[in-house]
């Protein structure tokens, strides 16, 4: 009687696992970028789909992580240095006050649209693990690349990775 009790009990977990739906969704290298609106802090929507036919760098960041603000002044000069026409960068702000991050802009410098993610969302179809994390969205909007942690992106190496998208 205990035996089948639990082989009931087990039998019925199994199913209550596999019949809620399935686990969460990870975002791989080759996989459609997930499409998003955001407004960034100036008031402009930024629409992703919208911007197919250009490379786009999407960054999540906050400004409370310190690993995040060392690769801010490295993104600052990649957008900076890359064809406006052809390359955009999206700084999406997540977990963290606008009000903040405004005021890190102009205290640096930092001219890149800085988007609010507050309600998480964008990150959520991102399947963010942790910040900073960086995707390379190219032309057709396909995911490319997946960076996790900070990144030189001013370096000869990043700035070659993202060319390469960009003359396609």
């Known amino acids: 009687m205990k035996k089948l009790l639990v082989l009931t009990l087990v039998f019925c977990t199994f199913l209550f696992i596999f019949a809620c739906g399935q686990g969460p969704v990870t975002l791989k290298v080759g996989d459609p970028a997930p499409d998003f609106s955001l407004v960034d802090l100036k008031g402009k929507t930024w629409v992703l789909s919208e911007l197919k036919g250009q490379v786009v760098f999407i960054n999540f960041w906050a400004t409370w992580c310190p690993p995040c603000m ?57 399947s963010l693990t942790g910040l900073p994390e960086t995707y390379i969205v190219d032309k057709q909007g396909i995911l490319r690349e997946k960076f996790i942690g900070p990144v030189e992106w001013d370096s000869p190496g990043s700035i070659k990775m993202i060319m390469k998208y960009i003359n396609q």
Do not use: W
Request: proline fraction near 7%.
């Open 70 to 126: 060392k690769e801010l002044p490295s993104m600052q000069k990649l957008y900076t240095t890359l064809p406006e026409d052809k390359f955009k960068m999206l700084a999406i702000l997540s977990n963290d006050k606008p009000a903040v991050a405004n005021f890190v802009a102009n205290q640096y410098g930092f001219t890149m649209p800085i988007l609010d993610d507050s309600q998480k969302l964008t990150g959520s179809s991102y």
